[in-house]
């Protein structure tokens, strides 16, 4: 079997990987909704891997692997591994989890990440009236996050925040030293939020990046008391190009809360020292982001002979994404907590996935399916209507 083409094309915001063979096989990979820039990007590894055999994955991955880098920039090879890994199961008749070494769970357990609601303001009310509309989700989800700080509006919305000039969040990224009443306000919505979770659903909040390593501290002793599952990105994560193991390692040694970081890191190599340092309870590898499924399997097993759990990222990979998540954390070591819940971010997207249940998620959970690759698919009909301009032959 040969490769004979990479195609990339931007479905409802979402971009996604197809690679076909010359025996009529094909395979999907896909990348963060937030990413729509990547296709050029995506289209540079075709000819870099045209003729291969798409069942040999590594020998695939050895030739463009060490082109990619920290997020986004890992996104197009980790979606190639990931449709490569489809073709594969596709071709052995098997679901990608027993290519990876079989199942250690028949379900695998979701945090929402994905599923949120606008605030109102910054509030503590504004926090505690979006947690219980997260409650209330037919999911039933045992851990919800929610973003706090300088991974949310505080900065340039809460007067008096941080000593810093407030930027929109997005590219450029706030940070500095907060004032007191910014810490205060932050613990104040935590308190409300706790308020209304009572110890019935855990609580993880993602924080940053762009604390200082004193004002850390000083956030992880003052939400001690409210058992928070884990403090993610204070010092650096997402879109940070570097890891700062030594900072990170400063911070865990001094909470009781768990520290949790990694979203952007690409390849287990940047995990290495994280990881050997024992600088933070929790990894969030993102498989769209780290080079694929293979190499998130890796990074966790890594992770668990060093005692530190793994809750994986991927709030924007979409259905797609969804079914790379259920296929690689079936397989995961018991440092496996759970995945962060992906959706599709149109209305549409159900409606263009073959092979979903119904309800994907119950109780907080989904039961993990057993067709062959990822086990869905797209319906090339229902899904050509949405297809942009210049990409009709996406599914030829």
Not at 25 to 36: D, N
Not at 98 to 113: A, E, S
């Amino acid at each position: 079997m040969k490769i004979t083409d990479l195609k990339c094309t931007v479905l409802g915001g979402t971009p996604i990987v197809r690679i076909t063979t010359d025996e009529g096989l094909s395979g999907l990979g896909p990348i963060e909704s937030y990413k729509p820039y990547l296709k050029p990007h995506v289209l540079f590894y075709r000819d870099i891997i045209l003729g291969e055999d798409p069942t040999n994955v590594e020998r695939v991955m050895l030739k463009i692997r060490r082109l990619g880098s920290f997020k986004p920039w890992g996104a197009a090879v980790s979606a190639i591994e990931i449709a490569l890994w489809d073709i594969a199961g596709k071709a052995a008749g098997l679901p990608i989890y027993k290519l990876l070494g079989g199942k250690v769970r028949d379900r695998v357990r979701v945090y929402n990440g994905a599923i949120r609601f606008q605030l109102a303001d910054q509030s503590p009310e504004a926090y505690a009236e979006n947690m219980a509309r997260m409650m209330a989700s037919p999911e039933g989800f045992s851990i919800i996050k929610q973003g706090i700080a300088f991974h949310s509006h505080m900065a340039d919305r809460v007067p008096g925040f941080f000593y810093g000039d407030p930027h929109p969040i997005r590219w450029h990224a706030n940070r500095g030293l907060l004032t007191e009443r910014g810490l205060k306000h932050v613990v104040a919505c935590v308190a409300a939020m706790k308020e209304v979770m009572g110890d019935k659903v855990g609580l993880a909040l993602d924080c940053g990046p762009g604390w200082t390593l004193p004002d850390a501290i000083r956030l992880a002793e003052a939400v001690a008391p409210y058992n928070v599952m884990w403090l993610e990105d204070l010092l650096t994560g997402d879109y940070t190009p570097y890891v700062n193991p030594q900072l990170y390692r400063d911070l865990t040694t001094r909470s009781t809360t768990p520290i949790h970081t990694g979203e952007q890191i690409y390849l287990r190599q940047n995990y290495k020292d994280l990881i050997e340092m024992q600088a933070v309870n929790l990894i969030g590898p993102d498989p769209c982001d780290v080079g694929g499924l293979a190499e998130l399997k890796w990074v966790a097993e890594f992770a668990d002979l060093h005692g530190i759990l793994i809750a994986p990222h991927g709030t924007g990979n979409g259905l797609i994404g969804l079914a790379a998540l259920v296929q690689v954390c079936a397989t995961l070591p018991e440092n496996y907590i759970a995945f962060e819940y992906p959706i599709g971010f149109t209305d549409w997207w159900a409606d263009i996935v073959v092979g979903l249940p119904n309800p994907i998620v119950r109780d907080s959970y989904i039961d993990v399916w057993d067709r062959p690759g990822l086990g869905i698919e797209l319906n090339p009909e229902a899904a050509r209507p949405h297809l942009q301009p210049g990409d009709e032959d996406f599914f030829d």
